[in-house]
């Protein structure tokens, strides 16, 4: 069974809330779930291997350590996913980013596939699917599902906020998947909105409503 990992440093937390709250203006949501994802990439990287190398500082010769093994992908679920890319980028400036574009259907909420477009390499690639919400988790068990065909393996999810009823759709479909969330919300409406959660985060993102 994949691990749920709730990313609780108080910086997090702080910046969560204001997230949440509706009366933040558009241009400061998207920068607190910028910095939010920031924040979240150094706990989804922290176990990440080591080698050792020696270099020459202007004094001595030490050995030291740098990140070694497989290179990383993101897959940022479009649309609301591209609003953590540029966060997470920030700590891992070498990674490729593939997209597949997903909208739930309003009616049945089940996700519609509409585009992807991933790195050639991907297959040889530790990924992170990104999208702030887990809500039924249909959409983030379809971009799995895409990744998986094209023969993807290591892949972990990050989340802003994810309902328990997503984590599980998650956990049963994909049980080799870790979740990284910010927050674990209550539950889901009858309209498959996160509860409290912090409404369309698409349209947060982009003043769309
Ligand atoms: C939102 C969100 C997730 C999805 C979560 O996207 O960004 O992708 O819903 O819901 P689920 O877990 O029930 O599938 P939306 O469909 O609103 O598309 P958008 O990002 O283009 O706004
Ligand atoms: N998608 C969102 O943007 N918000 C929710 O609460 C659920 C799905």
Excluded: W
Excluded at 11 to 32: A, V
């Amino acid at each position: 069974m994949g691990k749920l990992i709730v990313c609780d440093h108080p910086l997090i937390q702080h910046k969560l809330t204001f997230i949440r709250d509706m009366r933040t203006s558009t241009k400061e949501f998207r920068e607190l779930v910028d910095e939010v994802a920031t924040l979240m990439a150094y706990e989804i990287t922290r176990n990440l291997p080591l080698q050792t190398i020696t270099v020459q500082t202007p004094v001595a010769e030490t050995e030291t350590q740098v990140i070694s093994g497989r290179m990383l992908g993101l897959v940022p679920i479009l649309r609301a996913g591209l609003g953590m890319v540029d966060g997470v980028l920030k700590l891992i400036p070498g990674a490729k980013v593939g997209h597949v574009g997903l909208f739930r259907d309003p009616e049945t909420l089940q996700p519609v596939e509409y585009y992807t477009k991933l790195p050639t390499d991907v297959q040889e690639r530790e990924l992170i699917v990104i999208d702030p919400m887990l809500a039924t988790g249909g959409s983030a068990i379809a971009a799995i599902d895409v990744l998986k065909k094209r023969g993807c393996s290591q892949i972990k999810m990050m989340n802003l906020i994810a309902a328990p009823e997503g984590v599980k759709a998650v956990q049963e479909a994909h049980p080799d998947v870790d979740i990284y969330v910010a927050a674990l919300d209550s539950h889901l409406n009858d309209h498959g909105y996160i509860i409290p959660g912090l409404g369309d985060a698409g349209d947060r993102l982009y003043g769309t409503k």
